[in-house]
């Protein structure tokens, strides 16, 4: 199993331009989420689905949109680039997420940079 | 609104040498987990706690949850160089059954 992959690894914007975030997972999961990380900031979370055509918001939403067609892939969609997202991006899966909590496992990032 | 928060922020140790880094929320969790972060890596799964007062030990990691279940610590003894990353608790959010929130996280920096 490759676990959960992400691209790109890294990748510059413009201020304006819209990208697209690749984020795929082979374990059958149905919770996936996005989180960004910034310095002495932690994860935060942006978004997350708990399974296909299952969306809701995380605690940093604005900015990005996400959908779920398929168990195996999230893609998360930046509109117009702020340099505000600039920011490292992890996609994460478990197996069904849920108040007892699961392990999350995490892709290995996108570090994003918007000038 | 919810707050886990995280203390040091950075420690320097010299290998060998014991750390600690303590996590603090605001509210009730349920459980909590740590993961570890390598520099330039992703967050790994170490550990989830669930009881009030449970101590779980790990090789030289020692694990502990608040008999309150608002704080948690993590405890290594005598750090090696492979103890270096960030570490991070983690907690379920009060705004949803399927959102989590996440410490602000140590780094660790051992000095061989």
């Known amino acids: 199993n490759a676990g959960v992959t992400q691209t790109p690894k890294f990748q510059v914007l413009k201020t304006g331009q819209s990208m697209t975030l690749q984020c795929a997972q082979d374990?059958?999961?149905?919770?996936m989420s996005w989180y960004r990380q910034d310095p002495g900031m932690g994860l935060r979370l942006i978004h997350y689905s708990v399974g296909a055509g299952i969306t809701d918001q995380g605690e940093v939403p604005n900015g990005y949109n996400v959908s779920r067609s398929t168990t195996e892939d999230f893609p998360l969609r930046l509109l117009s680039a702020a340099p505000s997202q600039t920011s490292v991006y992890f996609c994460a899966s478990s197996p069904q997420g849920g108040r007892y909590q699961e392990t999350q496992y995490f892709g290995p990032g996108t570090r994003l940079l918007v000038l | 609104g919810q707050q886990v928060m995280q203390i040091p922020q950075y420690q320097h140790v010299q290998e060998g040498e014991d750390f600690t880094t303590y996590c603090n929320s605001s509210t009730t969790l349920s459980n909590i987990q740590w993961y570890k972060q390598r520099p330039g890596g992703h967050p790994v799964f170490l550990i989830q706690?669930?009881?009030?007062?449970e101590v779980k030990k790990q090789k030289r990691l020692t694990f502990q949850f608040g008999e309150a279940k608002k704080n948690s610590s993590l405890h290594i003894t005598a750090t090696q160089t492979t103890d270096v990353g960030t570490y991070f608790c983690?907690?379920?959010?009060?705004?949803?059954?399927?959102?989590?929130?996440f410490g602000t996280g140590t780094r660790l920096k051992v000095l061989a």
């Open positions: 706690l669930v009881k009030s007062g």
């Open positions: 983690a907690g379920p959010s009060t705004s949803g059954t399927y959102k989590y929130i």
């Open positions: 374990m059958n999961h149905e919770y």
